[in-house]
């Protein structure tokens, strides 16, 4: 005999209708869907190990755009721009915009997706090396937010670049391959760290505590002094060329050595350095590959080959973790001035500063950052009704900031409506998200100096545990959700 099937009473119906309830993302997903959020999450794994630094990140991005099609725009002689053409800029080698141009003027507004790609670290300082004690370091200025003791007895890996008086860069990668030499900072033992475990953890490291090992093998020579400094430099000059003061102008960065993994039994998790911000940035920059058609999207179904209605740019930019300050950050004049390359005449003329206003005016972005995910673990700093949760699927965060929304560009109620359309009707699952309990903290993103331009913003990522560490975890499922809403917003904004 049939089961009778069951009926919902009428405050069932009612809350169905009414409350918003989210399911795991896991379980709504085929056996096809879940090969390609595998497929997703290993390209995004090689990414980010193949771009611990800015500089890597935008070197790979740039080869990625070329390989499917894009073209400088600084190589071009004629900056006449059809639909479909696809083209980047690269900026100091740091941070990199890249466009898929519309049958619709530029001045009608762009969709724009914009992220980062620096993450917290440890950077040498102008005269780093020394030596003490028969030991040589390296004497380091942290980058970003970070919580210094977490830095400590962790492998570490120098990359980085020196420029010769001769203008040649010389890229140095030292800690990544199987058999390099790793770098590390030392800690206090347990049985004399009395004093040091009664301190505030903030201050139980300090910054000028944060020197890296270097090594401890004197050069052979007994009349020189300071013989394991001279040792390093010497096979610093033999490998690179390069001398003390070379230091001075030299961008050398410390991250973690270990590569992007899989978290847990079931594999559903990835643990690695620089999740905040690149786990956003490369699903924004494989969205825009994908809707440009090119070679490494066509196989993908969200592949296009026509051109969008309205121009849709990528942004990738660098100083997000320290104010977004700098000639490579988002405060600089870099992505207006790409635009207004965009925005050109017919006739390739420069545009006007009405058009440039007009077009920021008309544009939507969504500040593709990510938001911290609720640790149970932690549960007393997260209002849990307003905090996004891992599994959930993309976040909209309508505001971040701190003390009162401070740093915030509080996106308005119709733009939020709009992404919240989008997002439903590709049934993108979506979550909201806060930076915690009001008055426990609070960060910022790139969107406030979008926001400053005239244009609609809204923060959408991925939500991290154990954000700003040296091994960050986030979701495949997320980030999978999180690529299928950037390449919603880029064709219905």
């Keep these: 005999m049939a089961k009778e099937k069951e009926t919902k009473s009428t405050g069932q119906k009612l809350a169905d209708k009414l409350f918003f309830n989210l399911k795991n993302c896991w379980e709504e997903i085929d056996e096809k869907t879940a090969k390609e959020v595998e497929e997703l999450a290993l390209s995004y794994k090689q990414f980010l190990d193949n771009g611990k630094t800015e500089r890597e990140c935008a070197q790979a991005v740039c080869e990625l755009l070329a390989e499917n099609g894009f073209v400088n725009i600084d190589s ?20 990199v915009l890249a466009a898929v141009i519309g049958k619709k003027p530029v001045i009608e507004g762009c969709n724009i997706l914009g992220a980062h790609v620096d993450s917290p670290r440890l950077d040498l300082k ?11 370091l390296f004497d380091t200025h942290y980058y970003g937010g970070i919580k210094k003791y977490q830095w400590t007895t962790i492998p570490l890996a120098m990359h980085g670049v020196f420029i010769g008086e001769d203008g040649k860069k010389k890229t140095v990668k030292i800690g990544e391959e199987p058999g390099d030499p790793v770098f590390t900072i030392t800690d206090l033992l347990p049985h004399l760290a009395k004093e040091q475990m009664e301190k505030k953890a903030s201050v139980a490291v300090e910054g000028e505590d944060l020197d890296i090992l270097a090594g401890s093998r004197p050069f052979a020579d007994k009349d020189v002094k300071e013989k394991i400094k001279l040792a390093l430099l010497s096979l610093l000059h033999d490998q690179y060329g390069i001398t ?8 050398i960065e410390f991250v973690p050595a270990f590569k992007a993994s899989d978290v847990g039994l079931d594999r559903s998790l990835i643990g690695a350095y620089g999740h905040d911000d690149r786990c956003c940035a490369w699903p924004a920059l494989k969205a825009l590959v994908a809707l440009s058609g090119g070679k490494t999207a066509r196989a993908a179904k969200d592949a296009h080959s026509a051109p969008p209605e309205k121009t849709l740019v990528c942004y990738l930019s660098d100083k997000e973790e320290i104010g977004s300050a700098g000639n490579t950050g988002a405060r600089s004049l870099n992505f207006e001035n790409f635009i207004a390359l965009l925005c050109a005449a017919p006739a390739g003329s420069p545009a006007s500063q009405a058009d440039l206003r007009l077009c920021f005016s008309r544009s939507s972005m969504l500040s593709a950052d990510v938001n911290a995910a609720f640790d149970p673990t932690y549960a007393s ?15 909209l965060c309508k505001y971040t900031g701190s003390g009162g929304k401070y740093g915030a560009s509080d996106a308005n109620a119709e733009f939020c409506a709009k992404v919240q359309a989008i997002m439903g009707r590709n049934k993108v699952q979506w979550q909201f998200g806060e930076l915690g309990k009001v008055d426990k903290g609070g960060g910022g993103t790139i969107a406030l100096y979008a926001a400053n331009l005239g244009m609609d913003v809204l923060d959408c990522g991925i939500p991290v545990l154990s954000m700003h560490s040296p091994f ?15 390449i919603a917003f880029l064709q219905e904004a």
């Design 472 to 486: 960050e975890v986030i979701s495949k499922i997320d980030l999978y959700t999180t690529y299928k809403g950037y």
């Design 244 to 251: 003390e003061k070379d230091f001075a102008c030299a961008e």
């Design 76 to 95: 071009l002689a004629n900056k006449k721009f059809k639909p479909g053409m696809k083209v980047y800029q690269d900026i100091r080698g740091k941070s």
């Design 126 to 136: 102008q005269n780093p090396l020394y030596e003490d004690s028969d030991l040589a």
């Design 381 to 395: 700093v997260f209002d849990k009704k307003n905090a996004s949760f891992i599994g959930k699927g993309i976040v």
